[in-house]
């Protein structure tokens, strides 16, 4: 491989063979694809697969067999490279700062990146920093379930009381709930909670509120 160094470098699967004469800007430059290839190899490994498995189907998974690449690996890429097309990727950001907020919502992942773009988040940080939101968001969800149930549990905590009454009584009853403007249930309940006062506290029965 020579490109536009003006000495042939090889590349293999042991390492580097750079020209013996090189100037300093070529090495250099030499540097900074190595490192544009590095950073750039999980996006393309991982687009590399889901184009095999959209164009040859059955045949893909054998062909992988064939290379030292690792299954798992590859598909781990390619689940991150689905969640973000070419025109999302942030390429002052690397492939891992993608891979932790690919689980997310995308206006949740442009958030996070954006952060992490702007305040220069390793992936550690960023980590850090998402596990915190959806703790705290957890959290609060929690919260707000348990303070809904025991608003529930105090609207509809009931009891079913059977009373034996004779049907003159009966009437009675029927005729007082009329005049306070209230269902036969609703007066016999305040009724209830009134006679329970005056047998604790002797504040004395009143008539249920109209």
Request: net charge negative; with cysteine.
């Amino acid at each position: 491989m020579s490109g536009d160094y003006g000495a042939p470098f090889l590349i293999s699967r042991k390492g580097l063979q750079l020209p013996v004469q090189l100037s300093f800007e070529k090495w250099l430059s030499v540097g900074s694809q190595l490192s544009d290839i590095c950073t750039s190899s999980a996006w393309c490994l991982g687009d590399w697969l889901v184009y095999g498995e959209e164009a040859y189907a059955g045949r893909y998974r054998e062909a992988i067999e064939q290379t030292s690449l690792d299954y798992q690996t590859l598909r781990n890429y390619a689940w991150v490279v689905r969640r973000f097309s070419l025109s999302r990727r942030r390429d002052t950001l690397s492939f891992g700062h993608h891979a932790e907020v690919a689980a997310l919502p995308e206006p949740e992942q442009n958030f996070w990146l954006r952060k992490a773009e702007e305040f220069g988040w390793s992936v550690k940080r960023l980590r850090r920093e998402v596990r915190m939101s959806l703790t705290e968001r957890s959290v609060c969800r929690d919260r707000q379930h348990d303070a809904a149930q025991d608003q529930s549990q105090q609207e509809w905590s009931m009891a079913s009381l059977e009373i034996p009454i004779a049907l003159e009584k009966l009437e009675l009853c029927q005729a007082a709930a009329e005049r306070s403007g209230l269902s036969m249930e609703a007066w016999a309940a305040s009724a209830l909670e009134q006679a329970a006062h005056y047998a604790l506290d002797g504040s004395g029965p009143t008539a249920p509120a109209d």
